[in-house]
């Protein structure tokens, strides 16, 4: 396993945390104890959104998919190490937003969202471990390409 691997592998083990909480979790049944997120942009995406659906097998077909989506990254961008810098720092900050979501969610309902608990651990903390490790193990990514001969 190289390093640009190693920096996958710290990638999906932050989101299959949390993903692993939505697919135990329904949010679906959660959304429709409280009836409102408070936002009625969030409102719209979790309705109909087979990630937070009642049934579990719909919740594990997102699953699929995103980890699909996931492995397709990891092909197309495992040869750079700038490409896999750039691509799993966009997921991380991307998961980053969805820990607040989920956090803000819980805060205004004053109840706990599906989600919530790995939102908080490994939540920021976890991404922010997760991003320096992606620097570290993506260090070339920081040196200038060399003159041409």
Do not use: C, Y
């Amino acid at each position: 396993m190289n390093n640009r691997d190693k920096a996958w592998a710290w990638t999906a083990g932050l989101i299959a945390i949390h993903q692993a909480e939505e697919v135990l979790v329904s949010v679906d049944d959660w959304f429709r104890r409280v009836g409102t997120t408070g936002s009625p942009w969030l409102d719209r995406h979790i309705d109909g959104n087979w990630m937070a659906d009642h049934k579990a097998s719909k919740r594990l077909a997102a699953q699929a998919a995103q980890t699909t989506a996931l492995m397709m990254a990891w092909r197309l961008s495992r040869d750079s190490d700038l490409a896999t810098r750039t691509l799993t720092s966009i997921l991380v900050a991307g998961w980053s937003a969805a820990f607040g979501m989920h956090i803000a969610a819980s805060i205004h309902t004053r109840t706990v969202m599906p989600g919530t608990s790995t939102s908080v651990i490994p939540g920021w903390l976890g991404s922010a471990i997760v991003m320096r490790q992606v620097r570290t193990l993506t260090n070339s990514a920081d040196r200038p390409a060399p003159p041409p001969d």
